[in-house]
């Protein structure tokens, strides 16, 4: 087999870069649930969504990285799929951690994570961007009807976003989410304006035009929009826990969107070809 004909090889290296993250992710998350005091420093809001994003980590976003990695290191295109739809999410989790969290005895591991994390993306797209991920697919998928659904997706979240972030700064004052988990911006809303929603509309418009990347890039995405919803019914499952309120409407509504994200992703991936 060819080196070039990447799609068709195994490759170890994803394993290789994903046991470490997920040892070192296992480790932080444990001390995060189990040792609250770690985050003493937080409000109670803000501590309560961090205890929630530690218990997804460690019961589903670690388990996630590394049956895909192991299955990926075998040629499993749909593991490929999957681990770096993970892996673009553990880069936006552990900048939260980074940057968004009172320094704490864990900033340097959390700073490993997020590198290995970031580098392992780059080693994707570096050894991977020239695959012919159209491909991999057979002429069925929907890719109308699943791009049309990202490009829902972003600019939902975008006006969502908007609904609170448009009026403070009309009124140049700060929204009251961002008062509550005592921070100076709201970090989530950065990343996903300047990046993560711009991809996902990205992706969805190359799917819907057919073009190579989309093929790769919008099933990518919407891995990523799965495991954000499970870190964020966690992380409010565990505020309620905490008496820290929370809408459980809110919590029913992430969830169904999740069954739907779930529904479109395997739409897609049963499109691959064997």
């Avoid at 001390?31 to 961090?50: K, S």
């Avoid at 553990?90 to 970031?118: K, M, P, Q, R, T």
């Avoid at 697919?137 to 972030?165: C, N, R, Y």
Wanted: with cysteine.
């Amino acid at each position: 087999m060819k080196k070039n004909n990447l799609q068709l090889e195994k490759d170890r290296n994803f394993l290789y870069f994903t046991i470490p993250i997920v040892v070192l992710m296992a480790i932080c998350s444990a001390i995060g649930i189990w040792r609250q005091n770690l985050y003493f420093r937080e409000t109670a809001d803000w501590l309560a969504q961090c205890v929630g994003q530690d218990v997804s980590n460690l019961f589903f976003v670690a388990p996630i990285l590394l049956v895909s990695a192991l299955y990926a290191a075998k040629g499993s295109r749909t593991a490929k799929i999957i681990w770096v739809g993970a892996m673009v999410t553990n880069v936006y989790s552990y900048v939260l951690y980074c940057f968004a969290l009172h320094f704490n005895y864990l900033f340097l591991i959390y700073c490993i994570i997020l590198g290995l994390s970031n580098f392992s993306v780059i080693y994707f797209f570096v050894n991977y961007l020239k695959v012919d991920f159209k491909s991999w697919f057979t002429e069925k998928v929907p890719t109308k009807t699943i791009g049309i659904f990202l490009i829902f997706i972003a600019i939902m979240f975008v006006f969502l976003w908007l609904s609170e972030d448009l009026p403070a700064v009309l009124k140049n004052n700060v929204p009251e989410s961002i008062t509550k988990i005592g921070l100076i911006t709201n970090p989530v809303h950065v990343l996903d304006y300047t990046f993560y929603l711009p991809l996902i509309f990205i992706a969805g418009f190359m799917l819907i035009k057919r073009k190579n990347l989309g093929y790769l890039l919008a099933p990518m995405m919407f891995v990523f929009a799965i495991i954000t919803n499970v870190n964020i019914i966690s992380l409010m499952v565990v505020a309620k826990y905490k008496n820290v309120p929370s809408d459980t409407g809110l919590i029913i509504g992430f969830g169904i969107f999740t069954i739907i994200c779930c529904g479109f992703l395997w739409f897609m991936l049963r499109r691959l070809k064997k």
